[in-house]
């Protein structure tokens, strides 16, 4: 079954320290894709990163980075010189492709609070 | 682009009511999906629409629970004679007709209470 798994619930750290946010994902699909969205108080998703299974490369936006790797099935986001608008919570997602629409599994989320 | 809204942000209401909440996609936004998410977990999907059509729906989506998307383009979820454990936020996201793998965008939610 997909299932993905974010083990740190709630992460809190001085503004302008990194941060990294962990997320293992289990699929038996050969063909799949992995997002990050953030959730800040107001309660929207707002979308981060999308990344498909062919495409292993880190990826960096800024003081974003995405460590993705299939042999350990982690992907893993790290936030640089954190801020205070960085606080909310964050979640990885995989996708199952299913019927031909994409259903997204989420994990649970860490909850990131960045302290002045 | 005016991103997916979603109407009312905030519901209060005492078990045994029905509520409807609606989600407007973006706009030519063929591909409609309604997750649940409970305090402390990550959103669960619900149900899914390509233009009109409902494909899918999560065994979550119990007797009392009815989505439906009559043209293509807004979409309603309603619930009715709600439970407690009804209560979460409702989100809706929509995605474009490119293919299969496209990136969902969120709206805000509605926020549900059953008293």
Known sequence: ?116 | DTGVSQDPRHKITKRGQNVTFRCDPISEHNRLYWYRQTLGQGPEFLTYFQNEAQLEKSRLLSDRFSAERPKGSFSTLEIQRTEQGDSAMYLCASSPPKDNFETQYFGPGTRLLVL
Do not use: M
């Open chain 1, 1 to 116: 079954a997909q299932k993905v798994t974010q083990a740190q619930t709630e992460i809190s750290v001085v503004e302008k320290e990194d941060v990294t946010l962990d997320c293992v994902y289990e699929t038996r699909d050969t063909t799949y894709y992995l997002f990050w969205y953030k959730q800040p108080p107001s309660g929207e998703l707002v979308f981060l990163i999308r990344r498909n299974s062919f495409d292993e490369q880190n990826e960096i936006s800024g003081r974003y980075s995405w460590n993705f790797q299939k042999s350990t099935s982690s992907f893993n986001f790290t936030i640089t010189a954190s801020q205070v608008v960085d606080s909310a919570v964050y979640f990885c997602a995989l996708s199952e492709v299913s019927g031909g629409y994409n259903k997204l599994i989420f994990g649970a989320g860490t909850r990131l609070a960045v302290h002045p």
